[in-house]
């Protein structure tokens, strides 16, 4: 079964700087993976995703992610954080079998300071 | 013009009682999801139908029960409500079940039982 895991609960940025959101996933199959944030009250808004290609993946709001399967990661980045960038964020990866579900990982917590 | 809407909103009702939350895609997908949200954030898949029919079932309480009656539509039943299915409830859809497509989320039902 796929699975991902999102290293840090809350991540904390000075407005500027640079966000990096951990992901690291697990599939014995070549996995799909997929960014979404989540702003307070809302649902969840698909950032990017990774299928198959082209390794660095541009997603909206100036997010990038890179597929990196040496070291079963999915990174995201942000070269300079915004104060709307503030939200939770998540990581998921689906994969073969099951259904093809969407399974996420445990969310990482943005903010963003003055 | 919202492409996966919810309804209520907002669902406060005592222990024990039924309650339905409602779910309408016009993206014309083919598959629809039901997710809960605990408190901590954490995401877990309850249901999904592939054109009415039911492909993913976990291991949710039979006090559960999805309905699709078309393809645009996936409702949920509770039964007996209990405190613990306090939790915010998301509709989403997919264009497939294939394992490339992202979710459109909808924009989550807030269910509290007193």
């Known amino acids: 079964a796929q699975s991902v895991t999102q290293l840090g609960s809350h991540v904390s940025v000075s407005e500027g700087a640079l966000v990096l959101l951990r992901c690291n996933y697990s599939?014995?199959?070549?996995?799909?993976l997929f960014w979404y944030v989540q702003y307070p009250n809302q649902g969840l808004q698909l950032l990017l995703k990774y299928t198959t290609g082209a390794t660095l993946v541009k997603g909206i709001n100036g997010f990038e992610a890179e597929f990196k399967k040496s070291e079963t990661s999915f990174h995201l980045t942000k070269p300079s954080a915004h104060m709307s960038d503030a939200a939770e964020y998540f990581c998921?990866?689906?994969?073969?079998?099951?259904?093809?579900?969407?399974?996420f990982g445990t969310g990482t917590q943005l903010k963003v300071e003055l | 013009d919202t492409a996966v809407s919810q309804t209520p909103k907002y669902l406060v009702t005592q222990m024990g009682n039924d309650k339905s939350i409602k779910c309408e895609q016009n993206?014309?997908?083919?598959?629809m999801y039901w997710y809960k949200q605990d408190s901590k954030k954490f995401l877990k898949i309850m249901f999904s139908y592939n054109n009415k029919e039911l492909i993913i079932n976990e291991t949710v309480p039979n006090r559960f029960s999805p309905k699709s009656p078309d393809k645009a539509h996936l409702n949920l039943h509770i039964n007996s409500l209990e405190l613990g299915d306090s939790a915010v409830y998301f509709c989403?859809?997919?264009?497939?079940?294939?394992?490339?497509?992202?979710?459109?989320f909808g924009s989550g039902t807030r269910l509290t039982v007193v």
């Open positions: 989403a859809s997919s264009p497939r079940t294939g394992v490339g497509y992202g979710y459109t």
């Open positions: 599939s014995s199959v070549p996995p799909y």
């Open positions: 998921a990866v689906r994969g073969a079998g099951g259904g093809n579900k969407l399974t």
């Open positions: 993206l014309g997908h083919d598959t």
